[in-house]
């Protein structure tokens, strides 16, 4: 109950109040409505900002988990079309999962083998050749038009070599962040491969269990998110891989056609190097050519070119286009740009991540922007590894 004394006290309060709302409303009517629109927008942006970079602080924090559970779901990504197709047949999905697993093994393991196969083969030859193309190379620039003096290339070389440090050291950070000793790496190994079985085998309770830490009002939108995302990835990484296989085929061929040494360790680079967007195909293509002119000269470098220039053209205004289809929409300036961001951030890693997570992350805004949810589409059911039960029950779970 209130007495007779919380009258004035209550006229206080709303007197206040009511001039509270007067000067506000002055300083409104006095502040331009672009200004307040772009206040509105900048505190919201630096609450974002704040939260995404808290968010990369955590990841570097725990970068030797992050990393190898990155490196899982790409490689499960990688796994799905044939793993799938064995559990459509009704094969085991244990023996699905040996037969995935070890074939991938087989696989690295062979490409590697062989690579080191030629290099130790050819690079005493190799070796011997770029000296001499150097020292040729050297001598026609102090005999040449240019006239240079050994100091002035000296000079020149001194820093060519430091901006090639500086950058190796970018790389060599990045190469290393899943650590940087071998303990840390081989931990990281094992541990990607445990979260890769832990994602074939049982998938779809670690979804189901993901998306139960979720309000349940938003589990549906979280699903479906996860599910077009999940397809996103899945296209993505197939794509890739099938790119990447014309890729490393194309060049390496072309190289061993016209005798260029190191020609199955050059398509082994292309076919990793091609699951870094734009920078990977520029950095083995160049290896290549290099190759050719310090090895071959120089007819045969232009040719080497004219191939891996074919074989990029290719890929840009053919395959990708073709290949990847609707799923991934990706502009190639956002994949350049989140590319490059990828790599100042966490180097390698970053950039062989940055393009997956980008479209993941597209998909998924335009799923949740959309409200996709809402219309009962399912668009990529049949293509979720945890999706064994009906999609009501995973929500409701």
Known sequence: ???????????????????????????????????????????????????????????????????????AILVSALLYPAFTWMLRHRVPKWLAIVVSVLTTLAVVTGLIWLAVWQITRQW????????????????????????????????LLEQGWSFLQQQAELLWSGALAVGSTLGHVVTGAFLALFILLCLLADG????????????????????????????????YARTQLLVATIDAVGIGLGAFLLGVPLAIPVAVLVFLGAFIPFVGAVVTGALAVFLALVYNGPWIALWMLVVVLGVQQLEGHVL?????????????????????????????????????????????????????????RDPSTADLIWNTVPRSRRITE
């Open 1 to 71: 109950m209130t007495g007779p004394e919380d009258k004035p006290r209550a006229g206080f309060f709303d007197a206040l109040r009511d001039r509270s709302r007067v000067v506000t409303s002055d300083v409104s009517g006095t502040v331009p409505r672009g200004l307040r629109v772009a206040t509105a927008y900048g505190w919201r942006f630096i609450v974002l900002a704040a939260a995404a970079g808290v968010a990369i602080w955590l990841v570097i924090q725990l970068k030797l988990l992050v990393i190898p559970l990155l490196i």
């Open 320 to 376: 990708q286009p073709l290949l990847m289809g609707s799923a991934v929409k990706v502009h190639p300036l956002a994949v350049v740009l989140v590319v490059a961001g990828g790599a100042m951030i966490a180097g390698i890693p970053g950039a062989l991540f940055a393009v997956p997570l980008a479209a993941f992350v597209n998909v998924v805004a335009v799923y949740l922007g959309d409200r996709a949810w809402e219309t009962g």
């Open 204 to 235: 779809r309770g670690i979804w189901r269990w993901t998306v139960r830490l979720f309000p349940t009002r938003a589990r549906p939108a979280v699903d479906g998110a996860g599910t077009a995302g999940w397809k996103t990835v899945v296209n």
């Open 124 to 155: 005493a030859s190799v070796q011997s050749r770029t000296v001499d193309a150097v020292e040729q190379f050297r001598q026609y620039l102090i005999d040449g038009p240019l006239h240079l003096t050994a100091q002035q290339i000296d000079g």
